[in-house]
C-alpha cells in the first residue's frame, strides 16, 4: 500500500465509534531489550522480553464521549480498534485489549476548543495488524463477508484473531469464522463469538496449526433486528 494523509482513521473503543471526535491517535508496540550478557562478551548482548502496546489519543470534548471514556477509565480489558487508512474491506486493522491508564477530559486555553487527552496500556494480549472483512455499517438480514480473504495458513506457532466491535444493537447476533482450503464445499469453524444482543466488543482467537488460506465471516441476525458492527482478522 502506498503512503497516504491522515484523513480518515477509525477508532472503535468497545462498543463505541469514537474516531468523529478525536483528531490525533498514535499506536506504540514495543518489546523490551532484557540484558544477557556474559564474561567473554565483546559487546553488550540483549534478549526480547515482554511485549508493550500503547495508545495515545486526543480530540475535541464531547458529552456524549466523554461519558464512554470517564466510565472506561481504569476498566481492563476493552478492545480497541484502529483502522489507520479507512473502514474499506480489506484495509488494515490493528487491535488489542487495552486498560484506560489516563484520561484528561479537558484540555486546552481561553479562546480555544475544548479538548482532551487519553492513553491507553496493553492488558496481557499482544498487538495484532490484520485487515476488515465486516465494514462498519447497519445490517438487517444474515450473510456473509463479501470478499473471502487469502491472509495465509496459521502454523503451530501462531494464532488467527477476530475482533467484533457492535456499536448499535437491536435483537441477536452471531458471529463465526470460518476457513477453508480453497474454496466454500469444505469449510471449519475456527472462532465463535459469544452472541450478542446489545452493544460490546469482543476479541478471541483460535491456535494454529491450521492449512487453511482462505478466511470469511458469517453472521446471523434474528428476532428482526438490527446491528452496526466490524469484524476484523489477524494471523500472527
Known sequence: MATFVQTNVGLYWGGYSLASTFNAIGLSMGSAAVDDTVYGDTFVSNTPGLS??????EGYWSSTEDSILFSSLG???????????????????????????????LDGTVGDMASFKLTGEGRGEKAVSGEILIIPATYTSSS????????????????????????????SLDV???????NWSSESTRITHTQFTSIGAE?????????????????????????????????I
Open 176 to 182: 463465526i469464522v470460518e476457513s477453508a482450503p480453497s
Open 52 to 57: 508493550s502496546v500503547t495508545l495515545e489519543g
Open 75 to 105: 476498566t481492563d480489558d476493552t478492545v480497541v480498534t484502529v483502522t489507520p487508512v479507512d473502514q474499506a474491506a480489506g484495509s488494515p486493522a490493528i487491535f488489542s485489549k487495552l486498560t484506560e491508564s489516563e484520561y484528561t477530559p
Open 144 to 171: 456473509e463477508s463479501a470478499t473471502n480473504a487469502s491472509i495465509g495458513a496459521v502454523s503451530a506457532t501462531q494464532k488467527v484473531y477476530s475482533a467484533l466491535h457492535v456499536t448499535a444493537a437491536s435483537g
Open 203 to 235: 476479541m478471541k482467537s483460535a491456535a494454529g496449526a491450521i492449512t487453511d488460506a482462505y478466511w470469511r465471516v458469517k453472521y446471523t441476525i434474528s428476532g428482526g433486528g438490527s446491528f452496526d458492527f466490524i469484524v476484523s482478522l489477524a494471523i
